[in-house]
């Protein structure tokens, strides 16, 4: 376990909607990541936050957004769903440094219909 | 070309033998790796991390990194069937946010 908490596990919405999702970072991080990660992929780049600034973005569209909170805890934000955003979201926490290293979530798998 | 590239696999190895997982990326500028473990339905695990030239060993994994050649790679000694997983390769470079760019990732199945 890497005390990264994400919500909800599972989740079911239909083209058009909107959801957020949620994500706890380990004790002592200060820095959370989304990534994507389609059937048979690997992880994709969402973007960073970092102070609560979004700090670096992935080729992904504005109707992704997100917050980070004081707490370093994160929110993802997904505008107009559409089928292609099913998908196991995933968030990581890390600490900033020169070393620094990503711990992941459990994710939260997304279907939209 | 890939950013990051791994045989897809599967690739099935026997109880107790060495498992050999490799992975090339394109770009001169990465300086840190990772590989990560996923079971099936599970998110990624952090297995090791490498930063220099070299070997870098934890345990029954061996990470090998050589920056000249732009490569990879994860041995795993005394193969378990708990290690049939997938396998994802990742780098990432300074200034770009520790932003984790990830292969496609390599199965590994250890039969007994």
């Known amino acids: 376990e890497t005390g990264v908490t994400q919500s909800p596990t599972h989740l079911i919405k239909t083209r058009g909607q909107q959801v957020t999702l949620r994500c706890s970072s380990q004790?002592?991080?200060?820095?959370v990541s989304w990534y994507q990660q389609a059937l048979g992929q690997g992880p994709q780049f969402i973007f960073q936050y970092y102070r609560e600034e979004e700090n670096g973005r992935g080729n992904f569209p504005p109707r992704f957004s997100g917050l980070q909170f004081p707490n370093y805890s994160s929110e993802l934000n997904v505008n107009a769903l559409e089928l292609d955003d099913s998908a196991l979201y995933l968030c990581?926490?890390?600490?900033?440094?020169?070393?620094?290293?990503?711990?992941f979530g459990p994710g939260t798998r997304l279907l939209v219909l | 070309q890939k950013e990051v590239e791994q045989n897809s696999g599967p690739l099935s190895v026997p109880e107790g033998a060495i498992a050999s997982l490799n992975c090339t990326y394109s770009d001169r500028g990465s300086q840190s790796f990772f590989w990560y473990r996923q079971y099936s339905g599970k998110s990624p695990e952090l297995i090791m991390f490498?930063?220099?030239?070299g070997d870098k060993e934890d345990g029954r994994f061996t990470a090998q990194l050589n920056k000249a050649s732009q490569y990879v790679s994860l041995l795993i000694r005394d193969s378990q069937p708990s290690d049939s997983a997938t396998y994802l390769c990742a780098v990432s470079k300074a200034g770009t946010a520790s932003k984790l760019t990830f292969g496609t990732g390599t199965r590994l199945q250890v039969t007994l």
């Open positions: 004790s002592g991080h200060n820095t």
């Open positions: 990581a926490s890390s600490r900033r440094g020169v070393e620094e290293t990503q711990y």
């Open positions: 490498i930063y220099s030239n």
